[in-house]
C-alpha cells in the first residue's frame, strides 16, 4: 500500500534558525515529489518540484532533497522567517495517483 | 508557466442547495483534471479524474450522484455538489496535467482552491 508520511505534525523554531521537514514514503517507483506550502484558508502554493530522477531542488532559501531508495524526502530552510510559518505538504505522485502527506504545521518565533 | 484557476474561491450556500465549481487551465490543454477535497487538518484526498470527454473516474466512498464532475473541454472542468450539506463543508482543490503522450504522469499544475461553506 502507498502511504506518505510527514513528521513532525507541528514544529515551532526561533526566528532565523535552519531546520528540515521530513516526508517519507513507501512504494520507491515514484514519478515525482513535490513540496507544498499552504496558508490557512488558502489554496496551495508549489514550492520545488523533483523529478524521479533528480536527487534535489533549491528555490532561495529552500533545498529539497530526494533519496527513492530509502522513501525519503526533506525539505531544508535556511534562516527561517516570520512568513514562512504555514503548512507545507509533501505528495508523491506514482503516476497513476498522488498522495498527500497530512502535513507539517511550522510556526516561526519572532 | 502553467496556470490552474477556481472559480469561486470561496462560497457560502443554504443546506440542500447545488454549488458549482469550476476549474480551468488558462494556458494549456488538459485531458485529465483531478478533483481533492481537505476536510480541516486532514490531508487532501483524491475524489475524481475527469478526462475530457468522458464519465469522470471516482475514489472509492465518494458519491458519484453527489459529485457531479463534467469535464466538457480540454481547459475547463466542474464539480457540483449537489444537494450540499454542511458535512460537505470542505476545502476542494483541483489539478491538471499537460496534454501530450503522458498523462496522469505529467506534472500536475494545482489551482488555487475553493472553500465551501455549506449553512
Known amino acids: 500500500k502507498q502511504e506518505v508520511t510527514q513528521i513532525p505534525a507541528a514544529l515551532s523554531v526561533p526566528e532565523g534558525e535552519n531546520l528540515v521537514l521530513n516526508c517519507s514514503f513507501t512504494?520507491?517507483?515514484?514519478?515525482?515529489l513535490q513540496w507544498f506550502r499552504q496558508d490557512p484558508g488558502k489554496g496551495l502554493t508549489s514550492l520545488l518540484l523533483i523529478q524521479s530522477s533528480q536527487r534535489e531542488q533549491t528555490s532561495g532559501r529552500l533545498n529539497a532533497s530526494l533519496d527513492k531508495s530509502s522513501g525519503r524526502s526533506t525539505l531544508y530552510i535556511a534562516a527561517s522567517q516570520p512568513g514562512d510559518s504555514a503548512t507545507y505538504l509533501c505528495?508523491?505522485?506514482?503516476?497513476?495517483?498522488?498522495?498527500f502527506g497530512k502535513g507539517t504545521r511550522l510556526h516561526i518565533l519572532p | 508557466g502553467a496556470v490552474v484557476s477556481q472559480h469561486p474561491s470561496w462560497v457560502i450556500c443554504k443546506s440542500g442547495t447545488s454549488v458549482k465549481i469550476e476549474c480551468r487551465s488558462l494556458d494549456f490543454q488538459a485531458t485529465t483534471m483531478f478533483w481533492y477535497r481537505q476536510f480541516p487538518k486532514q490531508s487532501l484526498m483524491l475524489m475524481a479524474t475527469s478526462n475530457e470527454g468522458s464519465k469522470a473516474t471516482y475514489e472509492q466512498g465518494v458519491e458519484k450522484d453527489k459529485f457531479l464532475i463534467n469535464h466538457a473541454s480540454l481547459t475547463l472542468s466542474t464539480l457540483t455538489v449537489t444537494s450540499a450539506h454542511p458535512e460537505d463543508s470542505s476545502f476542494y482543490i483541483c489539478s491538471a496535467g499537460l496534454k501530450g503522450g503522458l498523462v496522469i504522469t505529467d506534472t500536475q499544475y494545482f489551482g488555487p482552491g475553493t472553500r465551501l461553506t455549506v449553512l
Open positions: 505528495a508523491v505522485s506514482w503516476g497513476d495517483k498522488i498522495i
Open positions: 512504494d520507491s517507483a515514484i514519478y515525482n
